[in-house]
């Protein structure tokens, strides 16, 4: 199969869909790579790299699409990119398509096979291609809360730590999955005070257990909700529906019970947002205020140490994508699992969240396959 990867577009994204250790690993596998040039370099890879692992190097984003049958990104699609996509291709990459209407008319029209890493399951009912981005996500939304904090950068200038006789900042961490667990190993690792709130008792055992009880962990319900964000000085939103929009679990009435200057941090921004006044941003613009509580919705976290990430993204898409150039589409009746992320295909949505938080009809893909 002919696999392309073209240069991320999304402002402030730096990852990249393919190292050139994965591309060496394609070539391997008897596949023809083609890398649009500079693809790699805010990971840290030159075209020279990919070059040496067996990739050709294209001089636009066009020639990648036109010349492959795989495509394979870190990020969802952009407005640019919406007419290079056709029917012959298969789209491997991260799509969130519940808060986007626009990008899922995009790939419909297109007729592509688009295959999402954040549906791809696992036998355990995990996420395999979210939870590397969910770890780093995690870890970062603690490093942007302790410098919101400042007061330069507008926060209430409170030492994230403590010092003695001080007390530190006070975390609470809304969700306790794999983007909630690092948040608060790393916040707990740094010196602050955490509290997670989760559903899951077995989970909740887990966080007590990997922490040492240094984690206070509650229930999750609008009662604790309520009684823990005054006393809250970051909020982390943590929380995620596969395929479908995040919840809302705080209200723009509530910020009025929280600190002024205290800091909403929300990682599940990517599928909507979990706080009801958050709104995209990027690295260069991360924050804005309202009600006198600190907004950070950056949209790609993971895109502020692209190497780290995109090293990491690899490690977890490798076997799936290959298994994709290796068969087509034949893998997702091989796997039910990475048939879990085929969100869209000729024209039909094809996964059941995404499809009803569009309120859009969902198509059984092997039904739509077998009409093809």
């Known amino acids: 199969?002919?696999?392309?990867?073209?240069?991320?577009?999304?402002?402030?994204?730096?990852?990249?869909?393919?190292?050139?250790?994965?591309?060496?690993?394609?070539?391997?596998?008897?596949?023809?790579?083609?890398?649009?040039?500079?693809?790699?370099?805010?990971?840290?890879?030159?075209d020279a790299d990919y070059v040496k692992a067996g990739a050709r190097i294209a001089p636009d984003a066009r020639?990648?699409?036109?010349?492959?049958?795989?495509?394979?990104?870190?990020?969802?699609?952009?407005?640019?990119?919406?007419?290079?996509?056709?029917?012959?291709?298969?789209?491997?990459?991260?799509?969130?398509?519940?808060?986007?209407?626009?990008?899922?008319?995009?790939?419909?029209?297109?007729?592509?096979?688009?295959?999402?890493?954040?549906?791809?399951?696992?036998?355990?009912?995990?996420?395999?291609?979210?939870?590397?981005?969910?770890?780093?996500?995690?870890?970062?939304?603690?490093?942007?809360?302790?410098?919101?904090?400042?007061?330069?950068?507008?926060g209430m200038g409170l030492l994230f730590c403590g010092v003695p006789g001080v007390a530190p900042a006070r975390v609470l961490v809304l969700g306790g999955g794999v983007v909630g667990l690092n948040a608060a190993r790393m916040a707990m690792g740094l010196g602050a005070e955490v509290v997670v709130l989760e559903r899951s008792i077995p989970r909740m055992r887990q966080i007590d257990e990997v922490t040492g009880g240094r984690v206070i962990t509650r229930y999750s319900s609008l009662h604790a909700i309520e009684d823990e964000l005054p006393k809250a000085d970051v909020v982390i939103g943590a929380v995620l529906t596969p395929g479908a929009e995040a919840p809302t679990l705080v209200r723009r009435d509530q910020l009025a019970s929280m600190k002024k200057g205290s800091v909403l941090i929300d990682v599940a921004i990517d599928q909507g947002g979990c706080f009801e006044t958050s709104r995209p941003t990027t690295h260069d613009q991360p924050t804005y205020v309202v009600d006198d509580v600190i907004h950070y919705c950056v949209g790609n976290m993971p895109g502020a140490v692209p190497r780290t990430s995109s090293e990491a993204l690899n490690n977890a898409t490798l076997p799936f994508g290959l298994a994709l150039a290796d068969r087509g589409l034949e893998a997702l009746r091989a796997d039910p699992h990475l048939a879990k992320g085929l969100n869209?295909?000729?024209?039909?949505?094809?996964?059941?969240?995404?499809?009803?938080?569009?309120?859009?009809?969902?198509?059984?893909?092997?039904?739509?396959?077998?009409?093809?």
């Open 1 to 46: 199969m002919r696999v392309g990867c073209p240069r991320e577009i999304k402002t402030n994204e730096h990852r990249v869909g393919l190292t050139p250790a994965a591309v060496r690993e394609y070539v391997a596998h008897g596949h023809a790579v083609v890398m649009e040039t500079s693809a790699g370099l805010g990971a840290g890879f030159s």
């Open 63 to 154: 020639t990648v699409f036109a010349g492959s049958d795989m495509i394979v990104k870190v990020k969802e699609l952009q407005p640019t990119e919406f007419s290079l996509l056709n029917d012959g291709h298969i789209l491997f990459t991260y799509l969130h398509l519940a808060p986007d209407p626009e990008q899922t008319k995009a790939l419909l029209a297109s007729g592509c096979a688009a295959v999402a890493y954040e549906t791809v399951t696992d036998k355990n009912g995990g996420l395999p291609l979210l939870a590397p981005m969910s770890e780093v996500a995690g870890r970062i939304a603690v490093f942007s809360a302790a410098e919101t904090l400042l007061k330069h950068k507008g």
């Open 344 to 372: 869209v295909l000729k024209g039909e949505i094809t996964h059941p969240a995404v499809a009803q938080a569009l309120g859009m009809e969902w198509r059984d893909p092997f039904g739509v396959w077998a009409r093809s």
